[in-house]
């Protein structure tokens, strides 16, 4: 992946130059840095990449680590596997990407499965989730997969929890009637909901729910 774009940033009202690229050993503690900034306390510090997981990503399936650059200075990243796994499989993060090593990583996987994204506050008016989001699908259509699939974090739920169920809680994100920091993000993006899951991660922001989404290949 080597992706020039532009991207323009509301509060300076200026554009930026960005790059999209795949992330190497260099980055690493750049991309830890980020990693903490997106993903202040209460999120457990132990679900933080640390390098030994990085190098697992880059050494696995390169073309699934990305990052993107404003102005030179790494601002996000994500990182996807190929997995085989069903929607309606029950599973956990932990389970999955085998506790973010990416152990379990298929090579001849039909689904990308995204096991992190996360942008430095700083740069979240330039949209730059959208953008890696983008940059995935493209990796969908080119290794000619089903979908991109993903559990997504539901930051807001813990203030709701008492008295929607989580079904509730995604339909009225959906309908724009309640905002969630990712939720909305990702159905903007083009991702459709598919079911809570219970259990999906430690995160009590996210009463430890994740919402499973997918983004089908319109080409296969």
Not at 8 to 32: A, C, G, M, W
Not at 86 to 103: I, K, L, Q, S
Request: charged residues 25%; contains cysteine; aromatic residues 12%.
């Amino acid at each position: 992946m080597d992706k020039w774009v532009y991207g323009y940033d509301v509060k300076s009202k200026r554009f930026n130059h960005i790059h999209i690229r795949n992330y190497e050993e260099q980055d690493f503690s750049r991309l830890i840095e980020v990693q903490k900034k997106a993903f202040p306390p209460p999120f457990p510090s132990d679900l933080w990449w640390d390098e030994e997981q990085l190098y697992n990503h880059i050494s696995i399936f390169r073309d699934g680590c990305i990052c993107i650059e404003v102005e030179g200075e790494i601002a996000g990243s994500m990182t996807a596997m190929r997995t085989e796994i069903n929607e309606n499989t029950h599973h956990t993060w932990e389970e999955v990407t085998a506790g973010g090593t990416m152990r379990t990583h298929n090579p001849n996987g039909s689904v990308l499965y995204v096991v992190d994204i996360c942008i430095d506050p700083a740069y979240r008016s330039l949209g730059l989730g959208s953008q890696l989001t983008q940059a995935m699908y493209e990796t969908v259509v080119h290794y000619k997969l089903d979908r991109l699939m993903g559990g997504a974090r539901m930051p807001a739920y813990h203030k709701y929890k008492n008295d929607l169920t989580p079904e509730e809680y995604v339909n009225l994100v959906l309908k724009n009637e309640i905002t969630d920091p990712v939720l909305t993000f990702l159905f903007k993006a083009g991702r459709s909901p598919v079911c809570p899951m219970a259990e999906y991660i430690d995160d009590k922001e996210s009463c430890n729910y994740g919402l499973i989404t997918e983004w089908r290949n319109p080409f296969t």
